[in-house]
């Protein structure tokens, strides 16, 4: 009977590390590929894209793609905070009635794809240019569209996670006004979620192609397809430094969300004094 | 009494929820500095009515007096009132000695570190005052909870079941001295609990609700000694339901005449609220009853005796259980306490 189990366990392990390995080569051969290629040079592609001044001055439209695509994350994220986090406070401690249709206005971005939603902006975009100009910064408003699910899902679970009404309800009872109540009791409670809203906003900034393309605006995504045409090493380059950096943001998304709030290594709650 | 607090009056309030009456014509007065709890069952509206008196719910009509000044309009930041919540209500991420603080920083209060940790002293929990609400147990969170509100020197303390979420012997400890420091500071402070122990414990009075309204508003003595309405004998207190006739000005229940807690509108066939305590069981071979069961509860026992086709129980010292065991005859005898009657109200 335990040698049955025993080969059952060995089986079972055997087959969890074959399950491993091929995914792991899925998904780190196309990236090993990718260093292999852009290697081949000695590393003077990874030297040049470190080397910012001389890549500027080598690649103008990719430098440009870069910056324009930093403003978008920047831009977007700070729009997206400020509609999104005191909307979705408000409708928790004032209209939860709402709550089920905000949801739902802000997931639905997710049903649509993007090429649907560029032809339904290219006429709004057409105003946007009229009155602000064609600047790729201007792309902002279509991001802000873009990141509403990942954003909302994000704060909400911030929100989920305390007792909103009550300490709003707190605040206010010893002399809070609104303001104050978001800015000082809520907020600070949700800065995780609200760091998560943030960095799922700048990863999908950063690796948006198809409407900024069929707007006719630039960022780095753009620049690498064009780059595409004339330097393969560096455009292979340059979204594999892309890569990383949305990697590097996911990580510390699940580094913040995992961490604890500050001094909850002083004393677990079931060693805490009770001297009720 | 500590003549620091002030008057409040809640005048004819209303306030409905869909097509629930939640508050029906309430009429509510609390002198200067006493502690007065609504007690009531589920959705009688005693928590709206703190509510609205904390400036949390509006109403749809009616006033709130504080002092003699009209704050129904006032917004609750503006009311000045302090309130310790159901739920744990202190900000996670403020120490216990900065949750005690804010109301104070946000008042522009001088010295609001001193203040706030004589106050953390009041509730005994002057060394918790570096730790964070998650590193508190549940009775130490209430209790800065309860000093952040007197923090601020409210004219009025508003508790709302404050002590429900926590266990037994906690909530006995924290009742004690949320009244010592009430009696202390003197704050008039209006106190909601479906909980009939801690209402008669804590309350100079107590007002028993039900349907919106107060329909007894007395003394922890009077509302469980002489109960105004059969609803009120019937929440407050376990009462058993004795079919009597009345007599005059009194009631005969089991051949004893009792006095009448007030007087009697129908009759002559009645049914008589009698309390446990106020029926004694001794054995007796040639007696009508027979124990039915018998329950020990430390101090007291609560035994059941079947007279005829009807139960009555009784409370009896702890001790005296051995001597009724169950099935034994028994005589039992009513003391000639004044009893309401239900009226089927």
Redo the contacts between chains.
Sequence with gaps: MAGLRARRARRQRAFRWAVLLVLGVFFLLPLVAMVEFTTRDGGGTWRLLADWPRLSETYPDLSAGVVASLGQAALTSLLMLVLLVPTAIWVRIRLPWLRRFVEFICLLPLTIPAIVLVVGLAPVYAWVTYFLGGSSLTLTFAYTILVLPYAYRAIDAGLSAIDVRTLAEAARSLGAGWATVMWRVVLPNIRSAVLSAAFLTVALVLGEFTIASLLNRTNVQVAINFLGKSSATMSVAVSLAALLLAFVLLLLLSLLGGRRRDGSEVAPLSTAKESA | MNESGVAVRLKDLHKTFGSTHALDGLDLTLEPGELIALLGPSGCGKTTALRVL???EDADAGQVLVDGKDVTAL?????????V?Q???????LTALANVE??LR??GRPRPVGRAAEMLELV??AE?AG??P???????Q??V?LA??LA?RPQVL?LDEPLSA?DAK?RV??RDEIKRIQTEVGTTTLFVTHDQEEALAMADRVGVMRAGRIEQLASPADVYQKPATAFVADFVGLSNRLPGRLEGDGVTVLGTRLPLVSPAGAGPDVTALVRPESVDVRPDSDGPGRVLAASFLGPTSRVTVEVGDQLVVAQVTGGRLAELPVGAPVRVEIRPVPVALDTGA
Excluded at chain 2, 76 to 83: C, F, K, L, T, Y
């Design positions: 904390a400036g949390l917004p609750a930041n503006r009311r000045d009132m302090g309130m919540f739920a744990y209500s202190l900000f996670p991420h804010f109301g946000l008042r005994g929990l918790f730790r964070y998650h590193q508190l147990s549940g009775g130490q209430q209790r909870a952040r509100a601020i508003l926590l906690v400890q924290l």
